[in-house]
């Protein structure tokens, strides 16, 4: 069956991505009704286009850019795609950060994570004493520990407590050279795990338990130590959520800001989810190139494994024509990837075959161009990171 992605891209030769512009657009729609009314950071790591990113900032409802490493932000600010930049995991690139140093503009823009005093001596070491004001925010743990050695969530900040959040606010505040402008709570137990797996309803009633009680001990907590650090501290933002979590982050009365990055794609872990299911929008294209068997064809490469855990759910998934499946001995390849069920045998040599990654960003990080389509035309061809030359690890 003809696709219309088909139709739009038939003067192209696969392996190639698009993103479909209407299944993108909705999303970012969707993601500003679950806030609730709140203002969305996007999430870089999960976009990794500028032409994407510039897109949804100009919507309603988003502000700021949520970065995965200094020399991105340094790049974004260079390219003056927002003034309000966020670098999410604590940065030990002296380089980056004597850059920073350098540049009274991206000073102005850029924040980084800090969640012990080394990363504050990290920071002084690269720069020497007397450096320019560095914006930090402050990164709060938000894993649930019920019990003593049960550790439930993200293995990130080791500042867990309002006690921890206000003896860490006030070390950065007591040091020259840092402001601290904003404090981070990511609840990755919550927004990073679908409440109701594919064909797995016990782990879902488990998974709902855990995320109900981890959210209701985490509004007083993050409440609290948010108190801590205002006692110090004239915080810019309180920033939560992910996009699994925006309703729940949204009802925390201490948090200012939501995050949010994947929901826009809508890659294959987001589809188990109760509250809210993403349109899929980033898809690739394979072609086939061998017919081994009855039943069975074989795509050109493929194997965009996802990171994280090593298992099936991180393997990208056939989408059209609907009813193929990867072999579970082989699975997505280097070099091939063969597909069996019901559609197989229609395929033909040439034809393509469209699948999803199981994440949202990774996928930039294989191809230098997404074909922006809309119905069946393409409506832009734009440059990923890795086509603008950048890879940010």
């Known amino acids: 069956m003809r696709t219309s992605f088909d139709a739009a891209t038939k003067g192209f030769d696969p392996p190639f991505a698009v993103v479909d512009l209407d299944a993108f657009d909705h999303n970012a729609d969707d993601l500003v009704r679950r806030a609730g009314g709140r203002p969305i950071r996007v999430a870089s790591k999960s976009v990794r286009v500028r032409a994407l990113l510039e897109r949804v ?145 016990l782990r879902g009633a488990v998974l709902r338990w855990m995320q109900r009680h981890s959210g209701d001990e985490l509004v007083e907590r993050r409440a609290a130590a948010v108190r801590a650090v205002r006692r110090v501290a004239e915080l810019e933002f309180v920033n939560g959520g992910g996009t699994g979590s925006l309703e729940v982050t949204a009802a925390d009365p201490s948090v200012t800001e939501l995050a949010a990055g994947s929901g826009l794609v809508g890659p294959t872990l987001f589809d188990g989810y109760r509250g809210f299911r993403p349109r899929p929008a980033a898809l690739f294209a394979l072609p086939v190139v061998r017919r081994p068997a009855s039943g069975v064809a074989t795509l050109f490469a493929g194997g965009y494994v996802a990171s994280g855990t090593a298992t099936a759910d991180r393997q990208p998934t056939p989408y059209l024509p609907a009813g193929l499946r990867l072999l579970p001995l082989e699975g997505a390849g280097e070099v091939q990837t063969p597909v069996v069920g019901r559609a197989a045998d229609s395929l033909r040599p040439g034809d ?10 990774e996928l930039a990080e294989r191809f ?20 603008e030359g950048r890879c940010f690890g």
Do not use: N
């Not at 389509?373 to 061809?381: A, C, F, I, L």
């Open 368 to 387: 230098t161009h997404y074909h922006l389509v809309r119905g069946d035309v393409v409506e832009r061809t734009v440059p990923t990171y890795r086509g």
């Open 57 to 201: 900032l100009a919507r309603p409802g988003y502000a700021g850019v949520m970065c995965y490493s200094l020399p991105e932000a340094l790049w974004l600010s260079d390219e003056d795609l927002a003034d309000d930049l966020l670098v999410a995991y604590p940065t030990v690139d002296a380089e980056a950060l004597r850059r920073l140093a350098a540049d009274d503009r991206a000073r102005a823009r850029v924040s980084v994570v800090v969640d012990s005093v080394e990363h504050l001596d990290v920071v002084r070491a690269a720069l020497s004493a007397g450096h320019p004001e560095i914006r930090v925010c402050l990164e709060l743990d938000v894993s649930w520990r019920p019990v003593p050695g049960l550790h439930v969530g993200p293995r990130r900040s080791p500042v867990h407590t309002a006690r921890d959040a206000g003896r860490l606010a006030a070390e950065i505040v007591r040091r020259p050279g840092f402001r601290l402008v904003g404090v981070m709570a990511y609840e990755g137990q919550i927004a990073g795990l679908g409440d109701r797996p594919p064909g797995r309803p």
């Open 352 to 361: 393509r075959v469209w699948l999803r990654h199981a994440k949202a960003g």
